[in-house]
């Protein structure tokens, strides 16, 4: 027993050992470095990243400013100014609407909390500055990443179920009623 010990240690068995599994994996498989960034990996489906502000088709605000992302939010990333619809006192319209995305947490829980499906998750990752104050989004900085990230849009809610949009009365122009 001591003698096959012995040879084990003088012609180095374990460390051949170990560079048999390592020379096996070196031939087996393909190097797995991606050259980024100009190779990219596959996101995943429900890939949650930067945030964006949704308009209708018609190009009007889906955002009514009810203030519920701002309450849903666990970092206090969002802050709504909401004001009344000109011409239309039911209605209101977020005015002002800031993010400070060096708080947020991707959690979705935003969106999820909007009940007109005002906001969106885009999958936009590449958002890396040297000035952490380019990363305090406006309203207009917000729809401009909608308008690229989501460029197929809705149809305006009362369009979309018009026996409901019925009892909006605040509503100019409302489609026929569907008997
Ligand atoms: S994703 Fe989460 S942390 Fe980010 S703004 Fe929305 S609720 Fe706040
Ligand atoms: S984004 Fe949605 S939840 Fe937030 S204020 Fe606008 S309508 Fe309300």
Known sequence: MKIKEWIKTLTFYELL???KTTMSHLLRYKPITIQYPHEKKPLPENYRGMLALLKYDDETEKCVGCD???AACPSR???VVSAEVPGEPTKRYSKEYYMDMTRCLFCGLCVQACPVDALGMTREFEW???DKRNLHLNKQQL??????????RE???EFQHPNVAHFNVAFQSLPQKES
Do not use: N, T
Not at 143 to 152: C, S, T
């Open 68 to 70: 519920l992302c701002e």
């Open 155 to 157: 149809k305006r809610i």
């Open 77 to 79: 990333v969002i802050r």
């Open 17 to 19: 050992l170990g560079m």
């Open 143 to 152: 729809l401009a990443i909608g308008d690229r990230a989501f460029p197929v």
């Open 128 to 130: 890396a500055v040297y």
